[in-house]
């Protein structure tokens, strides 16, 4: 496991006291914040917000919506952050989301309603075992989809196989959206939000959605202790998909060769057993 220096993982808060430094891996109170990419979901934000267990901040990322996004979630929920994001796609929406939060876990949950917010304390729980990383699977025992269609389950099988293959990982589900992980982790990721938007309308790489499998090769290559969560993704509520499972799987098969250069370490990513509980699921809600 990659050795994360001591002064990343100090937050700095004020007490009674005075200002102090505290480690909250190590016993503190972590200061959760719940990213959220949303690109015209005013009618799933609802259910998504309303589910949300206490955390510390919400931050919606908006894609530029044509619907009332932004506004019903302001209207859900006063307290929100409402950042835009800096070029096109759900990676960069998650990238400027990350850079804007100030929690101490950072929490990635889609605002389609088919990541259920009631799952976020497993993630929690992950983390505050030990976990860097914290990573939703469908196909871990005990988690599921009533969402993902046979052909994306297939692509997502063969490019699982291929990356545990080649990055010497043992993970379940690649390409998934629900993750958690400790914000001082975030220099392993070498996210970009700076970088122009390309003229010609395309997205950058790590811009689509891709963007978790970076996330997860990334982690593996850089030896982070990663922690599958078994997760039950629903189906989207309202509206509908903005992956294409053709265009999006080359690029998940692009990112997966570019990435390769970057070879993990010769101990990989420190996997370990899925030993979260977790609760019942709630039923499934259909299209
Ligand atoms: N800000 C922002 N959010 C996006 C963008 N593209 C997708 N999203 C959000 O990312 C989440 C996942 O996108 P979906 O379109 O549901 O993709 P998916 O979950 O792979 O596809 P389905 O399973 O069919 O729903 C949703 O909350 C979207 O609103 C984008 O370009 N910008
Ligand atoms: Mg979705």
Redesign the pocket.
């Known amino acids: 496991m990659q050795q994360i220096p001591r002064r990343r993982r100090l937050r700095h808060s004020s007490t009674a006291a005075g200002p102090a430094h505290v480690d909250v891996r190590a016993g503190g109170t972590p200061r959760v914040s719940v990213i ?6 005013a009618l799933n934000l609802p259910h998504v917000l309303s589910g949300l267990p206490p955390v510390d901040e919400v931050i919606l ?3 530029g919506s044509v619907d009332d996004t932004v506004a019903v979630a302001r209207r859900l929920r006063p307290g929100i952050r409402v950042v835009h ?1 800096t070029r ?3 990676g960069n ?1 998650l990238a400027c989301g990350f850079a804007a939060a100030t929690g101490d876990i950072i929490v990635m949950i ?3 309603g ?1 990541t259920d917010p009631a799952e976020i304390p497993r993630f929690l729980t992950a983390l505050r075992d030990g976990a860097d990383f914290a990573k939703g699977s469908r196909f871990a025992p005990r988690g599921g989809s009533a ?1 993902i269609t046979r052909i994306r389950r297939f692509g997502n099988l063969g490019l699982n196989a291929l990356v545990n293959m080649m990055f010497r990982t043992r993970y379940s589900d690649l390409c998934y ?1 629900y993750n958690a992980f400790w914000a001082d982790c975030l220099p392993v990721f070498d996210l970009d939000t700076s970088a122009p938007r390309p003229v010609d309308g395309s997205k950058l790489w790590g811009d689509g ?1 891709e963007i978790e499998t970076l996330l997860n090769l990334r982690a593996a290559r850089a030896g982070l202790k990663v922690v599958e969560v078994p997760s039950f993704e629903h189906s ?1 509520i309202h509206g509908t ?3 294409n499972t053709v265009r999006d799987g080359l690029r998940v098969l692009r990112t997966i060769v570019r990435e390769w250069p970057r070879k993990p370490r010769a101990d990989g990513a420190k996997q370990v057993a899925v030993t979260v509980e977790t609760e019942p699921r709630r039923q499934a809600v259909s299209k």
Do not use: I, Y
């Open positions: 959220v990419p949303a690109l015209n979901e990322v908006d894609g994001q096109r796609g759900k929406a889609d605002a389609d088919s969402d959206g959605f989207r998909t903005n992956l």
